[in-house]
Each structure stands twice: as structure tokens, then as C-alpha cells.
Nanobody
Framework: QLQAFGGGLVQAGGSLRLSCVASGRSIMAYSLGWFRQSPGKEREFVAAISRTGDSADYADSVKGRFIISRDNGENTMSLQMNNLKPEDTAVYYC?????????????????????WGRGTLVTVSS
């Protein structure tokens, strides 16, 4: 089970840190990702991180502003979001992918993720 928290209301230019806590199983066997969904839009990729945490990828829209990280010992994942923009407003979801791509790889496709947490709403005001 995954649970995301840390969302809220922030002004443009501000920062938020989202966290995702896993329970019931170790996250070491999963690559992890953050996705988001705005009203009327499809769920989209934000960031992904490999099983080891040694490699990560970001959507172009957040590259240079967001940082994904994980702590396998604590069974948690985080998304540090800086310089937030109104277009970042969305419900953010953490997800886990059980497919083994190798220790340093991951998927950015929504369809590849097996487990999803309940989302947390991020609202960025202009």
C-alpha cells in the first residue's frame, strides 16, 4: 500500500515536498514514480527513480525544478518541488512498478505501474 501526502496550497515560485510511504512490502523490489492529473486531463508522468535510486528521469515540464528521491531503508519516496508554477496544479500520485528493468532503469509510462497511492492535491496560485 502506498500513501502520498504533503500537498497543499502554495504561491507561484514557492516549494513543496511530497512524500510517499509504503507499507506491507519493501520498496526495494520496485522502481517508483510520481504522476499527476489535472481536471479534464489524462494522468501524466512527472518523475521516476530506479530501484537503487542511482538514476532518475523527469518530465520536461518539471526538469530542473523537481527532485525525486527514495530511502529504501525507510520505505519512502519524496518529490521536492521548487519554483512551482500554476500549471503544476494537480493531484499527485506515487506509484510502484514491479517489472524488473535492471537496477538502474525504470518506466515513465502510466500503464507499467502496478501499485498506486491515493493522490495528494497540489494547488499553485498565481
Amino acid at each position: 500500500q502506498l500513501q502520498a501526502f504533503g500537498g497543499g496550497l502554495v504561491q507561484a515560485g514557492g516549494s513543496l515536498r511530497l512524500s510517499c510511504v509504503a507499507s506491507g512490502r519493501s520498496i526495494m523490489a520496485y522502481s517508483l514514480g510520481w504522476f499527476r492529473q489535472s481536471p479534464g486531463k489524462e494522468r501524466e508522468f512527472v518523475a521516476a527513480i530506479s530501484r537503487t535510486g542511482d538514476s532518475a528521469d523527469y518530465a520536461d515540464s518539471v526538469k530542473g525544478r523537481f527532485i525525486i528521491s527514495r530511502d529504501n531503508g525507510e520505505n519512502t519516496m519524496s518529490l521536492q518541488m521548487n519554483n512551482l508554477k500554476p500549471e503544476d496544479t494537480a493531484v499527485y500520485y506515487c506509484a510502484a512498478d514491479s517489472t524488473y528493468y535492471g537496477s538502474f532503469d525504470y518506466s515513465t509510462a502510466v500503464r507499467d505501474y502496478d501499485y498506486w497511492g491515493r493522490g495528494t492535491l497540489v494547488t499553485v496560485s498565481s
